[in-house]
């Protein structure tokens, strides 16, 4: 009987190290444990032994239950691990692996520098107003002071949709909506998309874009019109850029001037992309409030002034972003686009 039973384990254990999976492991069980197993079979056969052989029988076939019990453990135990290890393996992160990443993109620079703009303006003080731009004559042209005559009224110049209504060519006509609001002072400034019909070369575009700033109070003067341009300034640019102030004539400021800054590349020094002047393009123009302007607003001239300027604010990004043609800022390309 003991070499029955040897060989009996020896069978069992063969099996379970061939099995390859939890099912097949379980068939074995019944196949030896199970109620009608072989094992359990020659238990119930102990019975019939001879009473002196049943001890010794009963040890061996007790002896050979636990080995195969321990054996399908042991198999068991192996399968989950080895299961476990196949589902790490198949859930595993490789966290160097390339994949596609999704680079996050930015404002435009016109848009980066309007939002700079505002937000300068607004800590100085400013409201941030809209408007349309598409506008009157009289509110680009007529109550501006420019008379019938003026080359920028002339339809060579100038987008016109009907006779009287227009793209607007500045951003000027913002003064005259906010002034006949009737609301004084008037401390503000609004930028947006101006229309021309300018040839486009390495500083003027068709479209472009302008902030036009007006303060409106009394005792209002030049100085404070400097104050402003200069403060400006400087929280734009830093200590690096300053300005130059040059007589001009517009039909709304008297007096008028139009102002330069500094080349962005030498820093005022002289070099080849300022033609060694160390000034770069004009900037803005301004002045104080033409008396004419105010009264067609319905304010009284003799108690208010104010000074007023419009912003090239396409000039201002390239001078920001040391920019030495105004078609980068408008051809799209993410070669340029992406160095921002
Ligand atoms: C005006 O448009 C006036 N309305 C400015 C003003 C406002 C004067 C308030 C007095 C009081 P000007 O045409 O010079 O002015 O244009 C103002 C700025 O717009 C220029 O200094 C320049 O920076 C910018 N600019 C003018 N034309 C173009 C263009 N074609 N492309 C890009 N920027 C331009």
Not at 61 to 87: F, G, M, P, Y
Not at 180 to 205: C, Q, W, Y
Not at 243 to 261: Q, W
């Amino acid at each position: 009987m003991e070499e029955n039973l040897k060989e009996l384990i020896a069978k069992a254990i063969h099996e379970i190290d061939l099995s390859l999976n939890l099912k097949e492991l379980e068939k074995l069980r019944v196949k030896y444990l199970g109620k009608k197993g072989l094992i359990t079979d020659l238990k119930k056969n102990i019975a019939k032994l001879p009473k002196e052989e049943k001890p010794q029988a009963g040890k061996l076939i007790n002896q050979a239950s636990v080995k195969i019990e321990e054996a399908l453990e042991d198999k068991t135990k192996a399968i989950r691990e080895k299961l476990l290890e196949e589902k790490i393996e198949e859930e595993k992160i490789d966290v160097t692996a390339h994949f596609d990443r999704k680079t996050s993109g930015h404002l435009a620079l016109i848009n980066q520098t309007l939002e700079d703009l505002e937000a300068i303006f607004q800590n100085m003080g400013f409201d941030v107003v809209e408007g349309p731009e598409i506008d009157t004559v009289k509110n680009v042209f007529d109550d501006l002071n420019s008379p019938a005559d003026h080359p920028a009224r002339s339809t060579s110049d100038t987008f016109y949709i009907t006779h009287n209504v227009l793209l607007r060519p500045h951003t000027s006509s913002m003064q005259i909506r906010v002034m006949n609001e009737g609301k004084l002072p008037i401390k503000m400034v609004s930028a947006g998309r101006v229309f021309r019909n300018d040839e486009v070369d390495a500083t003027h575009s068709p479209m472009f874009h302008q902030l036009e700033c007006l303060v409106v109070d009394e005792n209002v003067s030049m100085a404070n019109l400097k104050a402003t341009l200069e403060t400006f300034i400087k929280e734009m640019f830093g200590d690096d850029i300053k300005l130059r102030y040059r007589p001009h004539h517009f039909p709304f400021t008297e007096p008028s001037l139009e102002v330069d800054a500094t080349c962005p590349i030498c820093k005022g020094k002289g070099c080849p992309a300022c033609g060694n002047t160390g000034w770069s393009m004009e900037l803005l123009g301004g002045g104080m409030v033409h008396p004419n302007v105010l009264e067609a607003c319905g304010i009284d001239s003799e108690k208010y002034t104010g000074f007023a300027f419009g912003l090239g604010v396409d000039r201002i990004a390239m001078v920001k972003y040391g920019l030495d043609d105004i078609r980068l800022l408008y051809d799209n390309d993410k070669r340029f686009l992406e160095q921002f």
